[in-house]
């Protein structure tokens, strides 16, 4: 216990004396073979509010900038990843194709433009189909939101492939 001063009282006995495995001095990130954080950062500031607020996260991320210790140099570097996908898994997984889907649910106010029903699980659905016109991938204009349950209905209907503007403006219009 400390007084008022911040001094600890003395003939008070600690919480954890005694007690095995509670603050081992040589627990945690210490271990042999583990390397601190900021292994040489010292001399460099981190950030403008340095100090032990930080995760081990957003440290390491730190670390690795300062460092350029990222892609291939970095320890749990695995590879391009993206290579194992198909050309339509890398465009569906891009930050542009990610930006498209915003910007569609954004544009009809996160409304499903069958049932007019707002939020719950929305597609973001190409009305020229995918495959078949590349160059409307990510055009604003080839996408419109649908709920899951009316883009399932849809592709029911008109299955996945040569899909038309027109087949959307009849589904939409069927009751």
Not at 8 to 27: A, T
Not at 29 to 36: A, M, Y
Not at 90 to 110: A, G, M, P, Q, T
Request: proline residues 3%; charged residues 35%.
């Amino acid at each position: 216990m400390r007084n008022k001063k911040g001094q600890f009282e003395k003939g008070l006995i600690p919480w954890n004396k005694n007690k095995k495995g509670v603050l081992k001095p040589n627990s945690g990130s210490f271990k042999k073979g583990n390397i601190p954080w900021d292994k040489g950062l010292k001399g460099i500031i981190v950030s403008p509010m340095e100090g032990n607020h930080h995760t081990k996260k957003a440290k390491d991320k730190i670390r690795k900038s300062l460092l350029g210790k990222t892609g291939e140099l970095a320890r749990n570097w695995q590879g391009n990843r993206m290579a194992n996908y198909s050309e339509n898994e890398r465009i569906r997984k891009s930050n542009e194709y990610v930006l498209w889907r915003k910007s569609i649910f954004e544009r009809d106010n996160f409304i499903c433009q069958k049932y007019g029903t707002i939020g719950g699980k929305l597609i973001a659905h190409h009305i020229n189909n995918f495959s078949d016109f590349p160059e409307l991938r990510l055009a604003i204009d080839n996408g419109i939101t649908l709920s899951k349950k009316a883009h399932d209905e849809f592709h029911k209907k008109y299955d996945k492939k040569n899909n038309t503007r027109e087949q959307l403006k009849e589904f939409l219009c069927q009751k």
